[in-house]
């Protein structure tokens, strides 16, 4: 899987946009770009995953460049509830075979007013 | 559906004891994985499993044992219980990877 890389902590406040970004330079041609969330005292929640360009949900925004050597999770307008720890993950999708999702040390977002 | 339910949420054992921790989903997926969390690090795979009857080591296995005899039930199991084993214990589950699904927790501290 490839090896990521990521800011250890980040500041903001209420309604910024923030933009974490994850350095993979050693991405596969298979591989996918995977973002989760993890709140103290819970187990991580899946975010956002692409492949290359840009995709969105209700929750966040993920953009890759066209080298997919790195890519940005953007949290539109943060709030106190977005403080957590964020995870870039790396790896193929299952095809039969063997696999496993490894996790780095992640970004500790802290939000404030 | 209850997602992915861990048992138990907390455990405080002596040196040397055992015990196993049990992970079981309700969602049909295939794969399945235990991780542990140490304060101010990030996840770190023990085990997981691709299939009914199948498992495969992850980062830091030993120590550790896990059986997958029904596809809904992930157990890992530790036999001589050491006080570097105390850690948050994640369970997860995913129809495929990357999407998982994770279980609330399970806090073992061994003494």
């Known amino acids: 899987l490839a090896k990521t890389t990521q800011p250890i902590s980040m500041d903001s406040y209420e309604g910024q946009e923030v933009n974490i970004t994850c350095s993979h330079n050693?991405?596969?041609?298979?591989?996918?770009i995977t973002w989760y969330q993890q709140f103290p005292s819970q187990g991580p929640r899946f975010i956002i995953q692409?492949?290359?360009t840009k995709v969105t949900n209700e929750v966040a925004s993920l953009f890759i460049p066209a080298d997919r050597k790195s890519s940005t999770l953007s949290l539109p307008r943060v709030s106190l509830s977005d403080t957590a720890v964020y995870y870039c993950?790396?790896?193929?999708?299952?095809?039969?075979?063997?696999?496993?999702?490894?996790f780095g040390t992640g970004t500790q977002l802290k939000v404030e007013l | 559906n209850a997602g992915v339910t861990q048992t138990p949420k907390f455990r405080v054992l002596k040196t040397g004891q055992s015990m196993t921790l049990l992970c079981a989903q309700d969602?049909?997926?295939?794969?399945m994985y235990w991780y542990r969390q140490d304060p101010g690090m990030g996840l770190r795979l023990i085990h997981y499993?691709?299939?009914?009857?199948?498992?495969a080591k992850g980062e830091v296995p030993d120590g550790y044992n896990v059986s997958r005899l029904k596809k809904q039930n992930f157990l890992l199991g530790l036999e001589s219980a050491a006080p570097s084993q105390t850690s948050v214990y994640f369970c997860?589950?995913?129809?495929?990877?990357?999407?998982?699904?994770f279980g609330q927790g399970t806090r073992l501290t061994v003494v």
């Open positions: 997860a589950s995913s129809p495929s990877v990357p999407e998982a699904f």
């Open positions: 050693n991405i596969a041609t298979n591989d996918y």
């Open positions: 692409g492949y290359k």
């Open positions: 993950l790396v790896g193929a999708y299952l095809t039969g075979g063997g696999n496993k999702l490894t």
């Open positions: 969602m049909n997926h295939e794969y």
């Open positions: 499993s691709v299939g009914e009857g199948t498992t």
